[in-house]
């Protein structure tokens, strides 16, 4: 039986790669069983923030690391939280300081936000388009009242873009510490705040699926509670059920989103299915 | 349980300050829209469905008590929220005090403790919806 380096799991026989988080194993020797490996360098700590004990194994976020540079940095964060989770979440550092995964999640979560405007404009005039065909060129006052309407929900994006960066960072310290409480309720809260509200703005990537029109919203939040599972029970290393209590129970307690979203979409296939 | 008091670390996080800087906005925000008279009355999924009031119905009307200036009845709409909100202004309170001092409390708690004080809040949970269930909210 050999242990993991990276994560400390321990699993059987000689894969070049650990089979719990994937990282490159590098052996030092050929020992018959409890063998040695030798453990990754020290990665290169962040200015001016003390490495805690047991983070000093764990790697630099590449959005944090001010060798990456910005773009670069923010690509390869993107990429390793929408695509490698569980790796992303096990290996890397999350409890250093806030200001640049809050900066991460402004950056993406703006975008996606002013994706989602954008296709809803497009949406929205389409749909203009189509309902003043069936309007009669009679009916100025009901073909005045819609173009009100598609003129308010401009508007409306637009100043939701505006006041986007508040309601973000407002909603970053309410989901964080939201979790970190429940997290706190099961004794999943191996390390503090910081570790909680980082890993929340990481799981902000997942709203860049709402690039992908019409049922980009729905994957973007579905995709961004699986991220901030994974991420919780990763960067706290917990178990996956404590991670899912913390993530999943504010939204049952806030009225049982999750129910009526179960019975919306429930009620969508169904319609379908009796369209068919 | 232990409480000692630490000294503050250069730099630390100070959560109690952040959030009530947080409430300070979103109390201004329902603040405004109570004067505006155009306060979003939204109603629950949860006892439209079942019939029977979620674990926080009555937190929006406790909060227009609460802009009334009418302490007993905010406490009756739901007792649980308006004691999580006397915690939070004590909490804030501390916050000031250990950034000006530049001190903070530090609590230990053994297992057991922690064992009893989950329970405790989680049967003080179940009673607060119980009384939400019986008083019909």
Known sequence: ?276 | MQVRVVNRKKGELNLPLIYLIITIILTGSAYGLFRLHSVPFLPCPFKEMTGYPCPTCGSTRMVLSLFHINFIDAFLWNPGVFLSGVAAVFWFGYGIISQLKRKKLYFSLSKREGFWLRVLLLGGFMINWLYLVIAGI
């Open chain 1, 1 to 276: 039986m050999s242990s993991c380096p990276f994560c400390g799991k321990e699993f059987d026989g000689d894969p070049a790669t650990c089979p719990h988080c994937g990282q490159v194993i590098h052996k030092s020797g050929q020992g018959e069983s409890g063998e040695q490996m030798t453990p990754p360098p020290a990665p290169p700590a962040v200015p001016g923030m003390p490495v805690p004990e047991g983070e000093k194994s764990r790697k630099i976020v590449p959005f944090e690391d001010p060798d990456a540079g910005f773009f670069n940095g923010l690509f390869d964060t993107i990429k390793l939280a929408l695509f490698q989770p569980s790796s992303f979440f096990s290996t890397y550092r999350f409890d250093g300081s806030i200001g640049r995964p809050m900066v991460f999640a402004l950056v993406v979560g703006w975008f996606s936000a002013a994706v989602g405007v954008l296709w809803s404009l497009i949406f929205n005039a389409s749909i203009m388009s189509a309902i003043s065909r069936y309007i009669p060129e009679t009916e100025n006052a009901a073909m005045s009242r819609l173009g009100n309407q598609f003129m308010f929900s401009s508007i409306g994006g637009i100043v939701s873009l505006v006041i986007a960066p508040i309601a973000i960072v407002l909603g970053l310290f309410i989901m964080a510490g939201l979790y970190h409480l429940f997290l706190m309720m099961v004794s999943g809260a191996k390390r503090g705040f910081e570790t909680t509200f980082n890993v929340t703005c990481y799981s902000v990537s997942a709203k860049l699926f709402m690039v992908i029109p019409f049922c980009g919203g729905s994957v973007a939040w579905i995709y961004s509670l699986v991220i901030s599972i994974i991420g919780l029970s990763g960067a706290h290393e917990t178990d996956g059920w404590k991670g899912a209590f913390a993530v999943l129970m504010p939204f049952v307690l806030c009225c049982c989103l999750v129910l009526l979203m179960v019975l919306f979409f429930g009620a969508a296939i169904a319609g379908l299915a009796a369209q068919n």
